[in-house]
């Protein structure tokens, strides 16, 4: 698909794209106004170009003008969009944020190859903690799309080690920051090892250029842990998951909405902590993202 906003291919840039449903159905408002703008703010105070992606009435933006990032955060009817529902978002001329999945096939088909959000979607786990047949379209993307997402792990409500089994069986490469196992989104470290730990943006940048050189088809995810100190305790979170998926609500949720429904239900439970560790995340994740864009297109400067 061809973006139809005018910005050309944005390979040369040291562009990072940013995701919308984080705006539209991850965080409440006035927060997600706040770090829409602050997350543009960090990727340009690196001398990085900030490309916020959603669809605007059926046309897809690869750079979306202030007006329209506060439309994200402030219009009660915006729909979730990823791979599947893309095309009829479109056709149907409606205004979708993106996840993960459709901001990074969106970013590529632009030209960006690098995005930043906070935790990528995955397995998520049934009433007994088992893993459930609701698998992110995040996964089956990050597969087939040779991007590098700078992100905080996988979200702690999923089923971690079906999610980091299936990050490997799509070929994706796993890369700690400065850490040797897999960050948990606001939990910081899971117990799940990464494939390589990297302490510096070159390291990295080398196993981008090695993958690209490889030709492989897959993304590469940047995984960067939440400082310990901020970090909400994983058998809390744990517990209140658990109560939220056995609730009668829950029962009754469409499968895009559960996400939604369990971060809120963590936000509701543990309050202030939990925002703010959602919102330092991704702004630690937007810093890193455009330090590794701007080593990507200067390459040997
Ligand atoms: N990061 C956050 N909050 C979010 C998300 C990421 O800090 O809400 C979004 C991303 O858009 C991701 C989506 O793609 O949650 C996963 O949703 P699902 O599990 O329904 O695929
Ligand atoms: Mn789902």
Known sequence: MTPSDSSASLAAAPA????????????????????????????????????????????VRTRCTPAEIERFCTDGDILKVSLRNLPVVVAHRRTGATTVAATIRLAYDAGIRVMATGG?????????????????????ELG????TVVCAGPKAILHLEATRERLE???????????????AFYCGESVFP?????????????????RDAARLPAAILLTVPLAAEASLSYARVSAIVADAL???????????????????????ELGEQALTANMDL??????????????????GL
Do not use: Y
């Open 194 to 210: 990464v494939d390589v730990r990297c302490e510096t943006i070159e390291e990295v940048a080398a196993i981008v250029r090695a």
């Open 120 to 140: 990528i979607g995955g397995v998520h786990q049934d009433g007994n903690g088992a893993p459930s047949q609701d698998q992110s379209a995040d996964l089956t």
């Open 16 to 59: 990072v794209a940013l995701e919308t449903t984080v705006l539209s159905h991850g965080l409440p408002f006035p927060a997600n106004r706040d770090l829409a703008f602050a997350l543009e703010d960090i990727v340009e105070a690196q001398s990085a170009l900030p490309c916020t992606i959603g669809i605007v009435d059926g046309s």
């Open 169 to 183: 069986t799509l070929g994706v490469t796993v890369v700690g920051w400065q850490t040797d196992t897999m960050p």
């Open 246 to 268: 056995s609730s009668e609500e829950a029962r009754g949720l469409a499968p895009p909405q559960v996400t939604p429904f369990l971060l809120t239900a963590v936000r509701q």
């Open 282 to 299: 991704l702004k630690q994740n937007a810093a890193i993202a455009a330090r590794l864009a701007w080593a990507l297109t200067h390459a």
């Open 144 to 147: 087939r799309c040779p991007v």
